[in-house]
């Protein structure tokens, strides 16, 4: 089945980047908060040809269906073709009424051995965890099993994401859930978690006893502003890159003026250069007058031959020492000159 997981939200984009290996809860409050991140987490499951696993308890497939359609997300083909499997607590976590968190591990490693064998890349898998409430055999050992699946997923072909919908637990249980997963889900934003424990930390501490509401939300509200303050650190960085962008765009244009100030002052000093030569090769008669002071500013050699005079003399003669003319007719054509007119001769 085609699939676009990239097409969904930011957060879509962190789930599509998690790895096999990679051990997530998700602390909900709702049913849409819940879908917000299990249907883009199956959806770049799915895109990327690995198996998909929904171990459920509350909810059925017949709510699954319907909110993995609205959100874009057709799971039908992948229902028939076993690439996504739906399973029932009682079918996962408490076969023959109990749970036992070994059987549990050796389950999952079962099914990812045989997503493997069926030709997929990996094992995508998520459960419900509402089970325990119901207080059946085993279920106190709920923290153990989370903690221990912290030694079964580094090296191995499984992403998990375990489910807790937050107003159905006690909250010591939920900061146990905390510090047994190495991310956390919070209200459908993926935040660091400073307070994960490993399974050699942790299942000591376990024996410590309860906790409190206020120590949870206090840990909860300190991994939500953890996330907004990444998310201020990215957008910062962001504008950084962006501001760095213009910077480097600005320096290559005023390199690209530069570079065309240089080829203009070269083909100036060129043309300069090939004017000097002509007017010192020709051999006639050729100088400069300042118009206003009638003054000769240079003359070229012929002009020194013809007339006797020395490069150095030129500088001191004016346009009267040279023309055979009266010198009201010489100004007022000079006059003329500037001002744009043309005397007739």
């Known amino acids: 089945m085609k699939t676009d997981p990239g097409s969904f939200s930011p957060l879509a984009e962190e789930l599509n980047r998690l790895q096999l290996g990679d051990h997530l809860c998700s602390i909900y409050r709702d049913f849409e908060e819940q879908m917000e991140v299990i249907v883009p987490f199956f959806a770049a499951g799915l895109a990327r040809g690995q198996r998909c696993l929904y171990l459920a308890d509350r909810t ?3 709510q699954i269906v319907p909110a993995f359609r609205a959100r874009g997300v057709n799971i039908e083909e992948a229902l028939a073709s076993d690439q ?27 099914a990812e051995r045989e997503a493997r064998e069926s030709g997929y890349s990996g094992l995508r898998a998520t459960g419900e ?9 085993g279920s106190e050992r709920l923290i153990e099993y989370e903690s221990r699946l912290n030694d079964f997923f580094p090296g191995s ?8 919908q937050e107003d159905l637990f006690p909250p010591d249980l939920l900061l146990q859930v905390i510090h047994s997963h190495p991310r956390v889900l919070l209200h459908a934003q993926l935040c660091p978690n400073p307070y994960y424990l490993p399974p050699q930390r942790l299942l000591p501490f376990l024996e410590a006893g309860q906790m409190s509401l206020a120590l949870y939300q206090t840990v909860r509200d300190h991994l939500l502003l953890h996330r907004r303050i990444e998310a ?3 957008q910062t960085q962001a504008r950084l890159q962006d501001l760095w962008q213009q910077s480097e765009r600005s320096r290559r244009a005023l390199l690209s003026l530069l570079e065309d100030e240089k ?6 000093r060129l043309s300069q250069a090939r004017y000097q030569a002509l007017v010192e090769q020709s051999p006639d008669a050729i100088y ?19 007339t006797g005079y020395s490069p150095e003399e030129v500088t001191s003669l004016t346009v009267h020492d040279l023309i055979a003319a009266e010198r009201e007719d010489i100004d007022e054509r000079f006059a003329a000159i500037l001002s744009g007119r043309i005397l007739s001769p």
């Open 157 to 164: 072909h499984t992403v998990a994401i375990c489910q807790y």
């Open 60 to 62: 059925s497939l017949s």
């Open 84 to 110: 996504l499997l739906f399973l029932t607590t009682q079918e996962s976590y408490l076969l023959d009424g109990r749970f036992d968190p070994e059987r549990m591990i050796a389950t999952l490693q079962k």
């Open 288 to 306: 400069l007058v300042d118009p206003r002071s009638k003054r000769l500013l240079e003359a070229n050699p012929a002009f020194c031959r013809m």
């Open 263 to 268: 080829r203009t002052s070269e083909a100036l």
């Open 129 to 137: 965890m509402s089970w325990i409430l119901a207080g059946l055999p």
């Open 232 to 234: 201020e650190q990215q």
